[in-house]
């Protein structure tokens, strides 16, 4: 009857959003999993919170013109869905990256509410972002896009209101110029965005948060079966913000980094990924992974056309624990099943969505522990709140002080998402665990509200 119910939501959605695969795919995982708490609780379907929550409050799209280094003028599209505020603001990032589109922005929107709400923190869900590609623009290119997003982005956004801060391609500096606009624009200086600097209202620990709590959650979930981190062989897709800083935190724990990626290929680094090098290539001077390799000549380059047929090569590396942390739809069927054969005991998500629901399937079939982008990465808006929480308060905090709190709400989501598994009759599933302790926080204060 539930189940029934569930498919006919999930038809209506397929329908009215057609195209939008990402948006279908976390739509699917979300109501499938908290079937164990309608059962239980008739009030969700009984005032259709499911119906509600799958539309978002409002979605903004809007023209994006900016003028290249050539004095061309460039057209991109810039989007903002506000999801859904029961519980705080709107908050969640902005991702700029050819590949986004209304699908991908809400998905990740509607991850974002569930995430949230995990964090048990005041604040609602959202996302946005723009189909503009960073790569290969000058500084004074992104800088005149980023004003330009911001002309728009301005009117609907505030402190108490909805608070972007990055994602893909929206690190520190892009931060900078749309909040430079945005202060331009409406002569508040506030903390309208996250993910600042750290001379005007930034939070320390903001840059490593979702990698270190990417790998605090890992920490945890091994901790119920006895293991830990210590020694033990990773690899962790990607080599942006949320690949780097679990690098960091996984070596200070003696873990073994032998692989990153990035959308050229894959770094195999046997004797151990060296950060500092890491941090140069990417994070200073924006490179490909090939230069890591001229640095590293005992370290082996992967092109990203290797596997043809699918699959990646991060995937094909040995590892007892591997951290997809770069993009959705990153680790296959394919990928799944060469981790089971060379014996990888957990998938940790940094990313969002990174695992595709077949793979998903196969690795819990297989005994392969499974810890979801939506608690796992969690960290990072976690954090994110922090700075709200400091800028309100015009104060900040060291670096110890935000990592000691870091370490406790990523504790708090493992243990609310391990315990709801537990409740809901599926022990050590933590896709029902996050999922029905996420919705029901959301779902019981939109009940509260009324219906708004
Ligand atoms: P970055 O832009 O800093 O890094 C992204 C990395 O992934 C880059 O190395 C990039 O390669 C690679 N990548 C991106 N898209 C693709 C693709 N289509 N194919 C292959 N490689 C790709 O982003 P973040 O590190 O911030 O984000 C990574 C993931 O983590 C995303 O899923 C994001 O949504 C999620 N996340 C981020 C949070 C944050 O605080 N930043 C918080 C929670 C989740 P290249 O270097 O070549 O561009
Ligand atoms: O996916 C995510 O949680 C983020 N990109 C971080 C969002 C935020 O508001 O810090």
Redesign the pocket.
């Known amino acids: 009857m539930i189940y029934e119910e569930i498919k006919h939501i999930l038809k209506d959605i397929k329908e009215c959003s057609p195209g939008q695969d990402e948006f279908y795919q976390a739509t699917r995982e979300v109501l499938e999993s908290i079937v164990p708490l309608l059962e239980a609780d008739s009030r969700y379907l009984e005032q259709n919170i499911i119906k509600r929550l799958v539309v978002p409050d409002r979605t903004i799209i809007f023209r994006v013109n900016w003028v290249d280094d050539r004095g061309v003028v460039q057209t991109n599209l810039g989007y903002r869905v506000q999801f859904n505020s029961a519980i705080g603001p709107y908050k969640g ?1 902005l ?1 700029f ?1 050819k ?1 986004v589109n209304l699908g991908v922005v809400k998905f ?1 929107g509607f991850e974002q509410i569930f995430k949230n709400a995990l964090t048990s923190l005041q604040i609602g869900g959202a996302k946005g972002g723009s189909n503009f590609n960073p ?1 290969g623009k000058s500084d004074n290119e992104v800088m005149r896009f980023c004003q330009s997003f911001m002309n728009e982005l301005y009117k609907y956004i505030g402190k108490n209101r909805d608070v972007p ?5 929206v ?1 520190k500096r892009e931060i900078g110029y749309l909040f430079g606009q945005y202060k331009k624009l409406t002569g508040d200086f506030d903390g309208v965005l996250t993910g600042k600097g750290l001379n005007w209202g930034g939070s320390f620990g903001r840059k490593q ?2 990698g270190y709590g990417s790998v605090y959650f890992a920490q945890e979930h091994l901790g119920v079966y006895n293991n830990s981190l210590e020694g033990k062989t990773c690899v962790v897709s ?6 780097i800083y679990t690098i960091e935190k996984l070596q200070d724990l003696d873990a073994k980094v032998v692989a990153c ?4 290929g894959t770094i195999y680094h046997k004797n151990g990924i060296d950060l500092a090098s890491l941090k140069a290539v ?1 994070e200073i001077h924006r490179e ?1 992974l090939k230069s890591y390799a001229k640095i590293h000549p005992d370290s082996k380059f992967i092109d ?1 056309s290797h596997y043809p047929e699918g699959g990646h090569a991060i995937w094909h590396i040995p590892c007892d624990v591997a951290f997809p ?4 739809n ?1 680790l296959s069927l394919i990928d799944a099943k060469e981790l089971v054969k060379n014996g990888c005991i957990l998938v940790n998500e ?3 969505m ?1 695992t595709t629901p077949d793979a998903i399937e196969y690795l819990q079939q297989n005994g392969v522990l499974f810890s979801p ?1 939506k608690a796992a ?1 969690a960290g ?2 976690a954090t994110s709140q922090l700075e709200m929480s400091q800028n309100a308060a015009m104060t900040q905090w060291n670096f110890e002080e935000v990592d000691i709190k870091l370490h406790q709400i990523m504790k708090s989501i493992f243990k609310v998402a391990y315990e709801t598994s537990i409740e809901y009759k599926n022990r050590g599933n933590l896709i029902v665990g996050a999922n029905i302790a996420g919705f029901k926080k959301v779902a019981d204060s939109m009940i509260d509200q009324g219906a708004v």
């Not at 801060?165 to 391609?169: F, L, S, V």
Request: hydrophobic share 25%; net charge neutral.
């Open positions: 990032g991702r990256h590949s990740l790569k801060a990055g994602d893909i391609g690190g948060a979702t990607g080599s942006g913000n949320v690949a990626s990035d959308s050229t990417k490909s990203i942390s770069a993009t959705q990153e940094g990313a969002n990174p982008g990465n990072g808006v």
